[in-house]
């Protein structure tokens, strides 16, 4: 609490005024200097990515876990264009086009992997809505 964002949290560990993150492993993407140095070390994952460290579905109780899921559902997101509910359908299909459009760029994409941002494919917005609505069934 009373952090404004990642970057900000990740400062006060650094100056070892926090000890722990909880947070996707993305948003430590221009930071991976800090698991490589042990500044910060997971405790747990939500996708296998380094070896040793327990998946958090093993920790959480089976009832609990529809829940986790909600809770991680966002990191399978990426980084969402979102608009209002009102917006009119024709707008939604522009901002949608426009976004797919720049995701398949070749340059953008280069430039995202210069600064360590995904640079895969985007989901596109039907699927995206999909996986929203998915995730939050339960």
């Known amino acids: 609490m009373g952090y404004d964002n990642t ?3 990740v400062l006060a560990i650094e100056q070892k005024e926090l000890d722990a993150i909880y947070t996707a492993i993305t948003s430590l993407a221009r930071r991976r200097d800090l698991i490589d140095t042990k500044v910060l070390v997971p ?3 939500a996708e296998p990515e380094h070896p040793g460290v327990p998946l958090i579905e093993e920790l959480v109780p089976e009832p ?3 829940l986790l899921k909600l809770v991680h559902a966002s990191a399978t ?3 969402p264009l979102i608009a209002p509910p009102e917006t009119p359908r024709d707008r939604i299909e522009f901002l949608r086009k426009a976004f797919s459009d720049m995701g398949r760029d070749t340059a953008f994409q280069a430039e995202a992997r210069v600064i360590g941002e995904p640079a895969g ?3 596109e917005g ?3 809505t999909g996986k929203v609505a998915t995730c939050c069934d339960h």
């Open 64 to 66: 609990q876990r529809p």
């Open 7 to 9: 970057a900000r949290i």
């Open 126 to 128: 039907a699927d995206l």
């Open 77 to 79: 997101f990426g980084m």
């Open 121 to 123: 494919a985007p989901i």
């Open 43 to 45: 405790v747990f994952q």
